[in-house]
């Protein structure tokens, strides 16, 4: 009888043991996935929260995430509507629990310029803020290119008339972080 007891301490070994392998290969499986995992996806699944954002310049940001493309992330804070270039965030002091993939290839491929050329075209007044966190224009988008924008410098509470127009600026994308309208729905 004694070794009956033996083996069916050997046999709750093996099932423990058999049970940690599970558990091993489970917790690989995980670290596998999280790290096919885009923070631009875990973005996307705080679209209508909260956000806290350490940008590179050093400003902290909080906005409501309303918009996620493929290199931007645009919302609204305090001062209204923003766009913000993925590469100018240092740190998301939020969870982003939720993670959501874009389902349309086509909205994937979407850059910022996509979003530029839209706020050409809406006549938008814009703040344009650099790296550094230094104002790099204000004014309305006349032009987008492949990799930069022609910005109609203007007063931002001016519309883009011709005597309004103090020049034209010429801005590399990789240079902005941070796109600004007063207007809440305009960006």
Known sequence: ?????????????LAQGHWQDTEAEAAEMTRGERSSIA????????????????????????????????????GTDRSGSLVVNLAAVAAVDSPLAVVAQEPSPGRRRLGIGSLYRSLSRARVALVVTGRDGRLLGEGTIDRVGL???????????EQRRGRNVRGLRVIPFDAIHLVRSAQASSV
């Open 1 to 13: 009888m004694r070794w009956d007891g033996l083996f069916a301490d050997l046999e709750a070994q």
């Open 147 to 157: 990799d930069h924008l022609d910005l109609a410098v203007h007063p931002r509470d």
């Open 39 to 74: 923070l631009i996806d875990r973005l996307r699944g705080a679209v209508g929260t909260p956000l806290a954002l350490l940008l590179a310049d050093g400003e902290r940001l909080e906005l409501s995430l309303s918009t996620v493309g493929s290199t931007w992330i645009g």
